[in-house]
Structure formats: structure tokens, C-alpha cells
């Protein structure tokens, strides 16, 4: 359970609230007003849950501010608005081995002058780390308020200032390749991949995060350096402090760190390609060695921020989120599979709606994919309960306040909904989710579970070796 | 064999890498209550509370069948005397509340979490499920196949069979962090009954050692009231069970797990330490190994990954010390045809460390990283509530963590080298790759 329809399934570098008062329209360039602090060359946007949006005028970077005092602790977060589905055939991966090289330092900021970003955090206890994922790529920290300036400081200037060395990536792409090579050893990664390759065969959600071996080892790194030079601009990000901060002394932190940085001097190319229209049921078959069997069902669904998500997400829940979940009683309880899972795999312009089951030694898939596919079957035609409904709105608001705990949670959290395009979701959809019916919930399951949109991929073990 | 049966998942009042005290145990309420050694903490978090909490009732006491604790801890969210499993979970699902347990070596450990409202809910779940486990015969075989299934599961994790043979290299028969074989877990789950389950309930379970922890927004006299209610009258419990000490370092042994169809080896390389975590020498050496291996400032990341590109992650740490003496170990993965090189690398770094010793810089800065990133963990309610239980478990008073900076900041450049010389020794490595890297080595007996 968790209080976003996103999962936690980016992948690394280094591996009941209410809407605050309506959002006022933004202030004239030049000077702050609304409900957040005056501070020239922002403009305020909107307030939601505690949260201030501002905008810098001079390059339009988005900035957001929630401040905490109960620890002497913030996070800052960095979120550019590029992922794995801007890249092409050719540079997959290179949004996420460009993260990697956003470590290997700049002019201002290296390993030889002992103040890289790695040796400023570690030096101070901070948590910190990258993420990359279809539609974004973000950089964080979790810190003592008092070090805080330093790390803003460098995250400002390796915006535009990267080094970008040769030797740097060549060392970087083989630690990056073992990353790839980790997540192959998983058979349950490899199905998982293989099906969401099937399901989009046009829209650049096709191809994984970390991108195919063979565009990995043969990218450049003068195309890594036009990959930064089109995407880390200002106008194509968002920075996030959550903690023990004023908004004033944030926005004077953001003029004074991203302040000489211009806007981008072109447009951020958009991605064209829209996915055609699936015509049936796909399937994929992957055979590796092992011993333990998995199956995976996906449908296509539409974008993060996109009416029927809440719905889609409570369905998720009634199928697979604890001892009384449809697939529990079904599988679990019956020794038919060792784990279940169901829910939405969210993006921004497309998702999925995966219901994935590991099988109990000596099952065999039929018996599994024929028992999902009748439970799916029975929210078609008899619907879903009030009562399961409830329970899952329950979870949805007891998870959202879990969720708070932390400021490094919070703008976890924060980042997936800046990355669907609207952060103010973060206070928004919970009030959504508990205003789900049974019959949206009926309804969003015959509309999206088609068998004509499916994939559905089963992982067979070879076990001849 | 740690095991998780149900899923689970501010505002510490801390100074940040500066060393002051800081007062946690001032604030904190401890009592005794029905035979539980209760510890509370308030933060400022708003509605949320999280539990954190442990008995003697793990792996080491299964002494009949190795499966006797896993079975037992496995049968508590199964249905009680009074509720079936079903309605038990529809209690705290219809609130978001969330309770597990889990098996190590030495405790069953408790975990939850729930708004501030609900709390008297998940409490009286949670003795109703420690005290009073229905262990019917049909949920019992159900656990059974599903535990050995996940047995085959884990058979197929590089990560799991290098730790699985890192421990059966490092630690002796008996001793309570070597693991038994997936083919002995096998066989024992085959083997237990349900009555050898009730048998170690009621032997192992009970009061007397337990301890349960409880963070965040709460109105603690009336949870101490809540506790004294649900808990009332149980009785039992056993106290920790200290193993001998593992033998010193023996000869090198390196041993491959062969695995087919694998893309990525993983390794772990080390040695018993003989010490536990509250050993004089044990913070010193910690200290050595986290500037060694702890994070991306470590030097193995800043070589063997940085420089080198050798590997996604490698990092040194010691481990399982918290009751018995531990061992430490380095952890990495390589390609296998980067896999010699890896090694290599690794131990080149390895000995340098051992034979030059860390420097007053390294060790400034790392004091300061080690204060900080203590200070920074203790800020949600799960860092706080965890970090309260470990402190008991290894037999600290309270006052430890207030102290934990000065602690670290006291240690010195020869105690840090003086240990590694002591405790590390670079000829007598147990090495195991777990991948497809070749042809297996007989296991190590």
C-alpha cells in the first residue's frame, strides 16, 4: 500500500490534507505576493498542504517550499523533467548514465579539490542519492539544516557546469553495466522488461530505464554532452526543500545559487510519438535458468494525473493488498503462488496495470493466469463491494500520513507527482481516492481489463542446467 | 534464516554533526509493564505511531528442528484462539494499520504501524497474536509449503547463496550466525510438526525479555494502560542465549556458489571478528571499516567502482554482533569476466588499508560523516523506534545514543589502526563468489 499510484521502481545512481486556499494566480514578474515571503524576481504560483510554489522569473525555474521545524533537518531535491523517454534507439540508458557522471564533479566542485558533492555530503552524514525513471531523473539530499547552502550550492552549479570527461564515462559505463547485469540475475526483472517492451512498441516507454547493453557500451559521451546540454536547463526543472527552512531564506538560496543561470536558449524538445492503438492480446515467453515460475498481466491505462487513476488504484488494491484481497484468498491462501502483486505502474504520458504472481513449486501457469484472469472477470460483471472500497480508502489515508514521517519521504513522494506534471496531487489525491465509488471502480475495470490490451508474460524456468 | 511474515512498511530531538548531548533519554519513558520492558518516546510527528519490538524466540532456541522459530513466528498472523486470520486482518486494513513479525537469529521481532487513533487496536491484535496463536493444522501446512517455496526462491538470489556459504565458511557448527543449508532447511520443514511449534511457543514465548518500543504521537499513559491490559497475566519468556565464540580466523577458503544463467557475481570476502558490538575494540574498528567500505566516500566505492569501474557496488562492513561475536565482511558484485580483476582490486585495496592504516584526515571526516548520518537517521519515527531497540539489545543503557557522538568523537587514530592490525588479517580471508563462474568447489562442510 502505498499513498501514490507510483512504485518505487526507479532505479539508482549510486547506485487528509486539504487544499490550502485557492491558488492565486501568479504575481506580476518582479516581486512575490500571495501567502509566501516577498522576495524579488519570484513569483508566487500556489499553495497546497503547507506547500508554496514559486517561480524564478529569471530562468523559470519552478521551486516548491514546505518547511518543518520539528528536527533541524532538511532535504533538497533537484528534479529534471527528462527520463528514459526522451532518449532514442542508439542512446538508450543515457539519461541514467548521465546521472552517474552528474557525480564525476565540475571546475567549482571535484574529487582533487575535496569538495565533490559525494565528499561535501558524506563528510556531514547526509543521505543522499540519484534516481532515474521514464519521466524524470532527480538528485537529493537529506542534511543538516545548517550544511544545507553548501549542497544547494553545488547542485546549482553542476546544472550547466558538468565536466563530462571521456575517461569519466568509460569507467562509469562498466559500473553502470553491472548495474544492468544486477538486475538481469532477477528472472522476475527480465519478465518484467520483456512485457513492457511488448505492451508499448512505439512510445519510448518500449525500452527499459537503464536502456539496452549494446546503446550502454557504445554511447559517446559528446551525445551524453548534447543529452545535458538539451535537458539541464532551469525552465526544465523543479527544486524541492522541505525542512527546517524558511521560504525566504530558500528563494534567496535558489537567486543566489541558480541565479546566473539563463533559460534554455531552445525550446525542451516534447516527445512526438504516440503509442498506436493495441489491436489484441500480446504475450512473451522468457526461459532462463531457475526454479521458480512468475506470471505477469499488464493493460494499458492512461497517464499519472488522468481521471480514472484513483479509480484504477483502489482496483489495484481490492485485487492484491492483504489477507482479504481477491488474489490473497485466491493464490496465496491456496498455496497457488508464493507472491502476488497488483497495482499501477504510473507515468506520465501512459501506465500499466500489472498483476504479477510468483507460482508455488509444481504449479503451473495455466492454472494461475486462468485464476487472475476469472477474479479480474468477476469485478467485470459483479463489481466490488462498499465495504472493499472503504477499506482500501482507509489504507490509501492511513499510508499518506505514514508518509509524512520524514522529510526525505516527503519529497520522495513529491518528485513522482512533479514528474506526472502536477505536484499539487501530492495533497490532492488522497481526497480523490476516498471519493471512489464500487461502480467507478466497476466501471475503470471494463473499460482498461481488456484481454485485447493485455500482455501478459510468463517466466518458464529451464531447469535443464 | 530471517523471515518477514507480514508486510510493513518525528521530529528526534538531535543537534546536528556538532557533538553535543542530546537529550533523547531524558525524554524518553521507560517502565516495566505485565513483565515488558516498555519504551516510549514522543515526537512531533502529527497521528503517527511506529513500534519497533523483540524477544528471545528466534533461530538459536530451535534447537529441536531449525525450522521450529520460523514455523512458530509464522503461525502469529495465522488466527488466534478467538479470530481467524481473516478477521484479524480486516481490523487493521479497514484503519491502514500495519503489524508483522519476523525471525532472526536470536529474537522474534515485532513490527507496526498505525495512526495515534488506532494504536489500542493494533496493541491488543498484537498480544492477542503473541499470546494466543490458534495454530490450526490447515494453516500450518499451508505455512510449511510456503516457506519451503520460498526457500527454492531464495536458492536463486546470487546475494542470498554468498551469505548463505560466507557464514557456513566463517562460523562454526552451533554458533548462532551460521545459517543452515536451504537442503537442511529443506528437510526440517518437511520434518516439524504443529505440535513441535506449540512445544517452542510455549517454551520460548512470553514477557520476561521482551522488549517493545513505541515512537511518535502518543499519549503514553494511556498506552502504558493499554499494554498492562492486553498483556495481563502472560507469563514465560527466556533470556538471550550467548553462543561460544567463533574459532579466530582459519585458513584462506575460497568457494564458488555455481549458479547457471547468472549475469552478475556477487562476492563477499571476510572473517570472524570474535567481537560483539559493545566490545572496547568493536567502535574502533568500525570506524576503520567505515572509511574503508561505508558508502560512496568509502575508499573501495572511490576505487574498485570510481576509478576502476569495476563494479555498481562494493562496500565493508561488520555484522550479525549485536548478541554474539560477528564477523565483517566485504560485499560487491562483478560482471564474471570482470570478476578476477574485481578480486584483485578488492584485495589490493584490502591490504593497503591493513598494512598503512587509515589517516587523521580519513578519520576526521569520518567521524563527522558517522555523528552526522546517525543524527539524520533518528528523524523519522521507524529511525527513532529502531534505533532505541538496537540500543537495548546490545545492552546499552539509553543514555548511549545521547553519547553516541562523543563516543565516536573520542576515538583515535591508534585505536582505529591498532584494531584493524588486531582483528583484520588480509592471509586468512574466507572468499565465496555465488554466479556462473565456473565449476562449484565442495561446499564448506
Request: proline share 5%.
Given at each position: 500500500?502505498?499513498?501514490?499510484?507510483?512504485?518505487?521502481?526507479a532505479?539508482?545512481?549510486?547506485?487528509?490534507?486539504?487544499?490550502?486556499?485557492?491558488?492565486?494566480?501568479?504575481?506580476?514578474?518582479?516581486?512575490?505576493?500571495?501567502?509566501?515571503?516577498?522576495?524579488?524576481?519570484?513569483?508566487?504560483?500556489?499553495?497546497?498542504?503547507?506547500?508554496?510554489?514559486?517561480?524564478?522569473?529569471?530562468?523559470?525555474?519552478?521551486?516548491?517550499?514546505?518547511?518543518?521545524?520539528?528536527?533541524?533537518?532538511?532535504?533538497?531535491?533537484?528534479?529534471?523533467h527528462?527520463?528514459?523517454?526522451?532518449?532514442v534507439?542508439?542512446?538508450?540508458?543515457?539519461?541514467?548514465?548521465?546521472?552517474?557522471?552528474?557525480?564525476?564533479?565540475?571546475?567549482?566542485?571535484?574529487?582533487?579539490?575535496?569538495?565533490?558533492?559525494?565528499?561535501?555530503?558524506?563528510?556531514?552524514?547526509?543521505?543522499f542519492?540519484?534516481?532515474?525513471?521514464?519521466?524524470?531523473?532527480?538528485?537529493?539530499?537529506?542534511l543538516?539544516?545548517?550544511?544545507?547552502?553548501?549542497?544547494?550550492?553545488?547542485e546549482?552549479?553542476?546544472?550547466?557546469?558538468?565536466?563530462?570527461?571521456?575517461?569519466?564515462?568509460?569507467?562509469?559505463m562498466?559500473?553502470?553495466?553491472?548495474?544492468?547485469?544486477?538486475?538481469?540475475?532477477?528472472?522476475?526483472?527480465?519478465?518484467?522488461?520483456?512485457?513492457?517492451a511488448?505492451?508499448?512498441?512505439?512510445?519510448?516507454?518500449?525500452?527499459?530505464?537503464?536502456g539496452?547493453?549494446?546503446?550502454?557500451?557504445?554511447?559517446?559521451?559528446?551525445?551524453?554532452?548534447?543529452?545535458?546540454?538539451?535537458?539541464?536547463?532551469?525552465?526544465?526543472a523543479?527544486?524541492?526543500?522541505?525542512?527546517?527552512?524558511?521560504?525566504a531564506?530558500?528563494?534567496?538560496?535558489?537567486?543566489?545559487?541558480?541565479?546566473?543561470?539563463?533559460?534554455?536558449?531552445?525550446?525542451?524538445?516534447?516527445?512526438?510519438?504516440?503509442?498506436?492503438?493495441?489491436?489484441?492480446?500480446?504475450r512473451?515467453?522468457v526461459n532462463?535458468?531457475?526454479?521458480?515460475?512468475?506470471?505477469?498481466?499488464a493493460?494499458?491505462?492512461?497517464?499519472?494525473?488522468?481521471?480514472?487513476?484513483?479509480?484504477?488504484?483502489?482496483?489495484?488494491?481490492?485485487?492484491?493488498?492483504?489477507?482479504?484481497?481477491?488474489?490473497?484468498?485466491?493464490?496465496?491462501?491456496?498455496?497457488?503462488a508464493?507472491?502476488?502483486?497488483?497495482?499501477l505502474?504510473?507515468?506520465?504520458?501512459?501506465?500499466?496495470?500489472?498483476?504479477?504472481?510468483?507460482?508455488?513449486?509444481?504449479?503451473a501457469?495455466?492454472?494461475?493466469?486462468k485464476?487472475?484472469?476469472?477474479?479480474?472477470?468477476?469485478?467485470?460483471?459483479?463489481?466490488?463491494t462498499?465495504?472493499?472500497?472503504?477499506?482500501?480508502?482507509?489504507?490509501?489515508?492511513?499510508?499518506?500520513?505514514?508518509?509524512?514521517?520524514?522529510?526525505?519521504?516527503?519529497?520522495?513522494?513529491?518528485?513522482?507527482?512533479?514528474s506526472?506534471?502536477?505536484?499539487?496531487?501530492?495533497?490532492?489525491?488522497?481526497?480523490?481516492?476516498?471519493?471512489?465509488?464500487?461502480?467507478?471502480?466497476q466501471?475503470v475495470?471494463?473499460?482498461?481489463?481488456?484481454?485485447?490490451?493485455?500482455?501478459?508474460g510468463?517466466?518458464?524456468?529451464?531447469?535443464s542446467? | 534464516?530471517?523471515?518477514?511474515?507480514?508486510?510493513?512498511?518525528?521530529?528526534?530531538?538531535?543537534?546536528?554533526?556538532?557533538?553535543?548531548?542530546?537529550?533523547?533519554?531524558?525524554?524518553?519513558?521507560?517502565?516495566?509493564?505485565?513483565?515488558?520492558?516498555?519504551?516510549?518516546?514522543?515526537?512531533?510527528?502529527?497521528?503517527?505511531?511506529?513500534?519497533?519490538?523483540?524477544?528471545?524466540?528466534?533461530?538459536?532456541?530451535?534447537?529441536?528442528?531449525?525450522?521450529?522459530?520460523?514455523?512458530?513466528?509464522?503461525?502469529?498472523?495465522?488466527?488466534?484462539?478467538?479470530?481467524?486470520?481473516?478477521?484479524?486482518?480486516?481490523?487493521?486494513?479497514?484503519?491502514?494499520?500495519?503489524?508483522?513479525?519476523?525471525v532472526?537469529?536470536?529474537?522474534?521481532?515485532?513490527?507496526?504501524?498505525?495512526?495515534?487513533?488506532?494504536l489500542p487496536?493494533?496493541?491488543?491484535?498484537m498480544?492477542?497474536?503473541?499470546?494466543?496463536?490458534?495454530?490450526?493444522?490447515?494453516?500450518?501446512?499451508?505455512?510449511?509449503?510456503?516457506?519451503?517455496?520460498?526457500?527454492?526462491?531464495?536458492?536463486?538470489?546470487?546475494?542470498?547463496?554468498?551469505?548463505?556459504?560466507f557464514?557456513?565458511?566463517?562460523?562454526?557448527?552451533?554458533?548462532?550466525?551460521?545459517?543452515?543449508?536451504?537442503?537442511?532447511?529443506?528437510?526440517?520443514?518437511?520434518?516439524?510438526?504443529?505440535?513441535?511449534?506449540?512445544?517452542?511457543?510455549?517454551?520460548?514465548?512470553?514477557?520476561?525479555?521482551?522488549?517493545?518500543?513505541?515512537v511518535?504521537?502518543?499519549?503514553?499513559?494511556?498506552?502504558?494502560?493499554?499494554?498492562?491490559?492486553?498483556?495481563?497475566?502472560?507469563?514465560?519468556?527466556?533470556a538471550?542465549?550467548?553462543?561460544?565464540?567463533?574459532?579466530?580466523?582459519?585458513?584462506?577458503?575460497?568457494?564458488?556458489?555455481?549458479?547457471?544463467?547468472?549475469?552478475?557475481?556477487?562476492?563477499?570476502?571476510?572473517?570472524?571478528t570474535?567481537?560483539?558490538?559493545?566490545?572496547?575494540?568493536?567502535?574502533?574498528?568500525?570506524?576503520?571499516?567505515?572509511?574503508?567500505?561505508?558508502?560512496?566516500?568509502?575508499?573501495?566505492?572511490?576505487?574498485?567502482?570510481?576509478?576502476?569501474?569495476?563494479?555498481?557496488?562494493?562496500?565493508?562492513?561488520?555484522?550479525?554482533?549485536?548478541?554474539?561475536?560477528?564477523?565483517?565482511?566485504?560485499?560487491?558484485?562483478?560482471?564474471?569476466?570482470?570478476?578476477?580483476?574485481?578480486?584483485?582490486?578488492?584485495q589490493?585495496?584490502?591490504?593497503?588499508?591493513?598494512?598503512?592504516?587509515?589517516?587523521?584526515?580519513?578519520?576526521?571526516?569520518k567521524?563527522?560523516?558517522m555523528?552526522?548520518?546517525?543524527?539524520?537517521?533518528?528523524?523519522?519515527?521507524?529511525?527513532?523506534?529502531?534505533?532505541?531497540?538496537?540500543?537495548?539489545?546490545?545492552?546499552?543503557?539509553?543514555?548511549?545514543?545521547?553519547?553516541?557522538?562523543?563516543?565516536?568523537?573520542?576515538?583515535?587514530?591508534?585505536q582505529?589502526?591498532?584494531?584493524?592490525?588486531?582483528?583484520?588479517?588480509?592471509?586468512?580471508?574466507v572468499?565465496?563468489?555465488?554466479g556462473?563462474?565456473?565449476?562449484?568447489?565442495?561446499p564448506?562442510?
Amino acid at each position: 500500500m502505498s499513498s501514490s499510484p507510483f512504485k518505487p521502481t526507479a532505479i539508482f545512481a549510486l547506485a487528509v490534507a486539504v487544499l490550502n486556499a485557492p491558488a492565486s494566480p501568479a504575481a506580476a514578474p518582479g516581486g512575490a505576493s500571495g501567502p509566501g515571503p516577498a522576495v524579488a524576481g519570484f513569483s508566487y504560483v500556489q499553495s497546497a498542504g503547507g506547500i508554496d510554489e514559486y517561480r524564478f522569473d529569471a530562468n523559470g525555474l519552478q521551486v516548491l517550499v514546505k518547511p518543518d521545524h520539528s528536527a533541524p533537518v532538511a532535504s533538497f531535491q533537484v528534479t529534471y523533467h527528462v527520463g528514459s523517454r526522451n532518449e532514442v534507439t542508439g542512446t538508450t540508458g543515457s539519461t541514467h548514465l548521465l546521472e552517474h557522471l552528474m557525480f564525476k564533479g565540475s571546475e567549482r566542485f571535484n574529487d582533487p579539490a575535496g569538495d565533490s558533492v559525494k565528499q561535501y555530503l558524506g563528510a556531514r552524514g547526509a543521505t543522499f542519492n540519484a534516481t532515474t525513471y521514464f519521466d524524470r531523473t532527480n538528485y537529493y539530499a537529506t542534511l543538516g539544516s545548517g550544511d544545507l547552502e553548501g549542497y544547494v550550492a553545488i547542485e546549482g552549479d553542476r546544472m550547466r557546469n558538468l565536466w563530462l570527461h571521456d575517461a569519466d564515462k568509460q569507467s562509469e559505463m562498466t559500473v553502470v553495466r553491472n548495474e544492468f547485469e544486477r538486475g538481469k540475475n532477477d528472472p522476475n526483472t527480465i519478465l518484467r522488461e520483456e512485457v513492457q517492451a511488448a505492451a508499448f512498441v512505439a512510445y519510448p516507454y518500449h525500452h527499459s530505464t537503464i536502456g539496452w547493453k549494446s546503446d550502454i557500451e557504445k554511447v559517446t559521451v559528446e551525445q551524453l554532452r548534447a543529452f545535458y546540454d538539451t535537458f539541464y536547463w532551469p525552465n526544465n526543472a523543479t527544486v524541492t526543500f522541505v525542512g527546517d527552512i524558511e521560504p525566504a531564506v530558500a528563494l534567496n538560496l535558489v537567486k543566489k545559487y541558480y541565479g546566473a543561470i539563463p533559460r534554455s536558449p531552445h525550446p525542451i524538445p516534447e516527445v512526438v510519438t504516440e503509442e498506436p492503438e493495441q489491436t489484441g492480446a500480446r504475450r512473451v515467453t522468457v526461459n532462463k535458468p531457475g526454479k521458480i515460475g512468475s506470471i505477469e498481466i499488464a493493460y494499458k491505462i492512461p497517464g499519472a494525473l488522468d481521471k480514472d487513476i484513483p479509480a484504477l488504484d483502489v482496483l489495484g488494491d481490492v485485487l492484491f493488498s492483504g489477507k482479504n484481497s481477491r488474489l490473497y484468498r485466491a493464490l496465496i491462501d491456496q498455496n497457488l503462488a508464493l507472491r502476488a502483486g497488483a497495482g499501477l505502474e504510473s507515468m506520465r504520458a501512459a501506465g500499466l496495470f500489472e498483476v504479477s504472481a510468483s507460482l508455488s513449486p509444481g504449479v503451473a501457469h495455466e492454472t494461475v493466469e486462468k485464476i487472475i484472469l476469472a477474479e479480474i472477470e468477476k469485478v467485470k460483471e459483479a463489481g466490488v463491494t462498499a465495504d472493499e472500497v472503504s477499506q482500501v480508502i482507509h489504507q490509501h489515508h492511513a499510508a499518506q500520513a505514514y508518509g509524512r514521517d520524514g522529510t526525505a519521504a516527503v519529497i520522495a513522494q513529491l518528485n513522482e507527482w512533479i514528474s506526472a506534471g502536477d505536484w499539487t496531487q501530492y495533497i490532492r489525491y488522497d481526497d480523490a481516492v476516498a471519493r471512489v465509488t464500487p461502480a467507478e471502480v466497476q466501471r475503470v475495470a471494463n473499460r482498461y481489463l481488456s484481454i485485447k490490451q493485455s500482455t501478459t508474460g510468463w517466466f518458464v524456468p529451464d531447469t535443464s542446467k | 534464516m530471517n523471515t518477514l511474515y507480514q508486510s510493513i512498511g518525528l521530529a528526534a530531538l538531535f543537534l546536528a554533526a556538532d557533538v553535543r548531548a542530546a537529550d533523547i533519554a531524558k525524554h524518553v519513558v521507560r517502565t516495566q509493564i505485565a513483565g515488558i520492558d516498555v519504551i516510549a518516546y514522543r515526537t512531533g510527528i502529527k497521528d503517527v505511531v511506529t513500534i519497533a519490538g523483540a524477544l528471545p524466540a528466534g533461530d538459536v532456541f530451535a534447537t529441536e528442528n531449525i525450522a521450529a522459530a520460523s514455523l512458530t513466528g509464522s503461525m502469529l498472523d495465522k488466527g488466534t484462539l478467538t479470530e481467524d486470520k481473516f478477521a484479524i486482518a480486516k481490523q487493521l486494513d479497514r484503519v491502514g494499520a500495519q503489524l508483522g513479525f519476523g525471525v532472526e537469529e536470536q529474537t522474534l521481532t515485532v513490527q507496526a504501524r498505525s495512526l495515534k487513533a488506532d494504536l489500542p487496536l493494533v496493541l491488543k491484535i498484537m498480544a492477542d497474536e503473541l499470546r494466543h496463536p490458534a495454530f490450526s493444522d490447515e494453516e500450518f501446512t499451508k505455512a510449511k509449503i510456503a516457506i519451503d517455496g520460498s526457500m527454492q526462491q531464495q536458492a536463486e538470489n546470487t546475494g542470498f547463496r554468498a551469505g548463505e556459504a560466507f557464514s557456513r565458511a566463517v562460523f562454526p557448527a552451533g554458533h548462532p550466525n551460521r545459517q543452515a543449508s536451504l537442503d537442511e532447511w529443506h528437510a526440517a520443514i518437511g520434518a516439524i510438526t504443529v505440535a513441535q511449534a506449540k512445544d517452542f511457543h510455549r517454551r520460548f514465548y512470553g514477557p520476561s525479555h521482551m522488549t517493545l518500543v513505541l515512537v511518535g504521537d502518543l499519549d503514553i499513559a494511556k498506552i502504558q494502560a493499554e499494554i498492562k491490559r492486553d498483556f495481563a497475566g502472560w507469563n514465560g519468556g527466556v533470556a538471550y542465549r550467548q553462543a561460544p565464540q567463533a574459532a579466530s580466523a582459519g585458513p584462506v577458503t575460497d568457494e564458488v556458489v555455481a549458479m547457471p544463467g547468472k549475469t552478475s557475481v556477487s562476492v563477499l570476502m571476510g572473517q570472524a571478528t570474535g567481537l560483539r558490538y559493545r566490545d572496547p575494540d568493536a567502535l574502533p574498528l568500525r570506524v576503520g571499516f567505515a572509511i574503508f567500505g561505508s558508502g560512496f566516500t568509502g575508499r573501495l566505492m572511490g576505487t574498485v567502482r570510481d576509478k576502476e569501474g569495476l563494479t555498481y557496488g562494493i562496500g565493508a562492513n561488520m555484522a550479525d554482533d549485536t548478541f554474539d561475536d560477528g564477523d565483517w565482511r566485504i560485499q560487491a558484485t562483478f560482471a564474471p569476466s570482470l570478476l578476477d580483476k574485481g578480486l584483485v582490486s578488492t584485495q589490493r585495496e584490502l591490504q593497503k588499508w591493513w598494512r598503512d592504516g587509515v589517516s587523521a584526515e580519513e578519520l576526521k571526516a569520518k567521524k563527522t560523516d558517522m555523528i552526522g548520518s546517525f543524527n539524520v537517521s533518528l528523524a523519522t519515527t521507524g529511525g527513532m523506534a529502531g534505533a532505541l531497540l538496537r540500543t537495548v539489545l546490545r545492552g546499552y543503557p539509553l543514555t548511549w545514543i545521547d553519547d553516541y557522538a562523543k563516543s565516536v568523537d573520542a576515538v583515535n587514530l591508534a585505536q582505529v589502526n591498532g584494531a584493524i592490525k588486531r582483528y583484520v588479517d588480509p592471509q586468512k580471508l574466507v572468499i565465496v563468489e555465488a554466479g556462473s563462474v565456473g565449476t562449484a568447489t565442495p561446499p564448506h562442510p
